[in-house]
C-alpha cells in the first residue's frame, strides 16, 4: 500500500510539474487519469520538465526514417512507404544528431537501475545502439522480434524483411535493474505453443503484427502488437513502476501497462492525430479488468 501511495504521488507531482511555468498547451496532457497521461509535443520539450531519476523503464519507437518514396506490400497490394514527414531521413549526421539527443535526455531522466528498450530496424537500430553504448549505457539483451505474417519483398533483390531488433539496456552498470525472470520463464505466451515448462526464454520472439482489433479506431504506421508490448511491460517492469513512451504512437505501451495493471504510463507524441487515437485505444480499455 506504502508503494502504491509513493507511485501516485510521483506521478502526480511530475504531471504537475511538467504544466508548471505557464507551459503551452502542448505540455498540458490531452489525457490525463489517475495512470495515465499522453502529451501532444517534441518529446524533448516535455522530457526536459522531468526530475532526473524519476523514470523506471523507457519504451522508445524512433523513426526509422524509412519515408523515401519507396514501396512496400500491404493487403496484398503496392503502396508508398512514406509515413509522415516525422519519417523523413535528414541524412546520415543529421539522423545521428537526434537519436543521440533524446537518447541523452532519457538517460537523464532513468532511474539508475532504470531500463531502456528501443525498436528499430536496420535503418535506425544501429546508430541507436552505437550511442547506448557512447552514453554508457549497459546493453543487456538484443530482442529479434520475428514477424511470421511479415509482408513479402516486391523488389526480389534482397532476403524478406521478417524482423524487428529491439535493444535492452540499462542506465547503470552496477545497479540491479528490474527482470521478472520467473514470470518470463514460466509465463504462457499465445505462440509458444510448444514451449517446455521451465525453460528459460529466448531472445527470438515470434510475434504476429497488430491483429485488426488492434486497429479498429484506426492505425499507426509503425504500430507494435499489444502481445509484444505486455511482455516488455510484465518482464522489465512491477506495480508501482512509471513507464514512459516518448514516441507514443498509437499507445500500445500505455495499453499493454494499463492492462497488465499497476503501472503508471506516460506517453508523448508530436502528432495529435495519434495521441487522439490512443486516446480512444485507452477509453476502451478503461473498464476492463486487469489482466493478471
Known amino acids: 500500500m506504502e508503494n502504491e501511495r509513493t507511485a ?9 510539474s511538467i504544466a508548471q ?25 516535455v522530457m526536459s520538465r522531468f526530475p532526473d531519476n524519476y ?10 526514417n524509412l519515408s523515401n518514396d519507396g514501396v512496400t506490400c500491404h493487403a496484398g497490394r503496392m503502396v508508398k512507404v512514406n509515413k509522415g514527414d516525422w519519417d523523413k531521413s535528414q541524412g546520415f549526421d543529421e539522423d545521428l544528431k537526434f537519436h543521440e539527443a533524446w537518447i541523452s535526455a532519457c538517460r537523464r531522466i532513468l532511474k539508475p537501475e532504470g531500463t531502456i528498450w528501443i525498436s528499430g530496424t ?19 539483451n538484443d530482442i529479434a522480434w520475428f ?3 511479415a509482408a513479402p519483398n516486391l523488389a526480389c533483390t534482397t532476403f524478406a524483411h521478417s524482423h524487428e531488433t529491439l535493444l535492452w539496456a540499462r542506465k547503470e552498470k552496477k545497479a540491479r535493474h528490474i ?5 518470463m520463464k514460466n509465463g504462457s505466451f499465445s505462440e509458444d505453443k510448444m514451449k517446455v515448462p521451465e525453460k528459460q526464454m529466448r531472445s527470438v520472439w515470434s510475434i504476429p503484427t497488430p491483429a485488426p482489433d488492434e486497429k479498429i479506431f484506426g492505425k499507426h ?18 506495480e508501482g513502476s512509471l513507464i514512459l513512451d516518448p514516441f507514443n504512437g498509437g499507445g500500445t505501451t500505455g495499453i499493454a501497462a494499463k492492462m497488465v495493471g499497476g503501472r503508471k504510463y506516460i506517453g508523448i507524441d508530436i502528432s495529435a492525430e495519434f495521441i487522439n ?16
Open 221 to 238: 504506421p509503425t504500430q507494435k502488437p499489444l502481445a509484444l508490448l505486455t511482455r516488455i511491460v510484465l518482464s522489465s517492469s512491477r
Open 179 to 183: 527482470f521478472n525472470y520467473e514470470q
Open 122 to 140: 536496420n535503418h535506425s537500430i544501429y546508430q541507436c545502439g552505437s550511442l547506448l553504448q557512447k552514453l554508457n549505457f549497459h546493453i543487456l
Open 21 to 45: 511555468d505557464g507551459a503551452q498547451p502542448s505540455l498540458r496532457p490531452r489525457l490525463k487519469t489517475d495512470d495515465v497521461a499522453l502529451y501532444v509535443g517534441d518529446c524533448l520539450e
Open 55 to 64: 523514470v523506471d523503464m523507457i519504451f522508445a519507437d524512433p523513426p526509422y
Open 8 to 16: 501516485n504521488s510521483n506521478f502526480e507531482n511530475l504531471v504537475e
Open 147 to 149: 514477424k511470421p505474417n
Open 277 to 292: 487515437l490512443s486516446v480512444k485505444r485507452y477509453n476502451k480499455i478503461s473498464s476492463q479488468p486487469v489482466l493478471l
